[in-house]
């Protein structure tokens, strides 16, 4: 049995069914689940002071590309739309293979858990020069994140009038059995699962009505949760009423891509009945207002959704439209972004980071995290609200507001992953030195 006890945060910020916030408060952990919070706890194990510290449960990532670390900012994709931005990075992406898989996850990931991050999902939907989903499992395992990566997907290469290079495309056959190979490998179902897999098409117009329909029976044959991008702009409607003869949300709900285990990426574009129609079948939606800022693609309607009942957690999307991988930095952006449309009222600093944390694990079928409850996984964020970023803060538990970006220590099931503002787990140094070597021998070879 092993013992980890946080001493006497100035508050905890529970995200409990209650939502109480706690002053002056501990939380035991025992073999990675919250065993006691209260006060004046003690162990005979590990202590861990927080004081003048603000304690949130960890952040959940619902949609990231991990891969596109190795193309942040790659000048000719910095100022142009979805499909030019895409056309841009493909050549570069098929020279990728399982190395690069493995070491642009590592600092995908390393650079979430710094911003609070415990649980990320993960979308990888190309596998170029023998990379395998397998190869960023491996990378989160070692890192120590609870991950939910997703088998992606291309199917309609641009000799079928797809968008993608043929060279990026698979047979659709392959991608099921695949699918079926990382599940079968890697998927636990079970609570406190370290691991989830999910199947994950790259979107509506990259794969055939078939696939789409197929991967939703797999999916349920299996029991895992299914993902892909939809309604994320204009031209994206527009593709789907011309070619579909539907908006987005009603091809989704025809292929058997609405329920509690399905989340889409962005949904920037829902209307009103497609609002409703994701309310009533609990379909989730991972919210990426960073990349819809950079793409130009819009807001999303979050404060509708939200009062409809639709689950919504948040996602920073992959770093070729981000750039930065900043969960609490994405989650202050979300919650501005609906002021700029809504009002000042139209968001608090509490419910952004309440979609950041249970907001996201219930859109990934994980009330075991998220909160912090007793009997709930031990995924811990401890911010440090002593900086010079809250200096004069009223309320250094409305973090983002005015609160620190990093955090000070992060514990997933119990394990420290983060300590004292440093990766805990692996030597970050020599990894973003590889990653550099890696970004500068692809652009020597293009
Ligand atoms: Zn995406």
Redesign the pocket.
Known sequence: MSEILIKNADTVLTMDDARRELAGADILIRDGVIAEIGQKLCTSGTVQSASGCVVTPGLVNT?H?LYQTLTRAVPGGQDALLFGWLKTLYPIWARFGPEEMFVSAQIGLAELALSGCTLSSD?LYLYPNGARLDDTIAAAAELGLRFHPTRGAMSIGESDGGLPPDSLVEREAAILEDCIRVIDAHHDAGEGAMCRVGIAPCSPFSVSRDLMREAALLARDKGVMLHT?LAENDEDIAYSEANFGCRPGQYAEDLGWTGPDVWH?HCVKLDGEEIDLFARSRTGVAHCPCSNCRLGSGIAPVRAMRDAGVPVGLGV??SASNDAGNIIAEARLSMLLQRVSRGADAMSAREALEIATRGGADVLGRPDCGRLAVGKRADIAIWDTTGVESAGSWDPAALLLAGPTRVRDLFVEGRQVVADGQIATLDLTAVIRRQNTLAKQIAVAL
Do not use: R
């Open positions: 949609h590309h979308h991008h990426a999307d992959g």
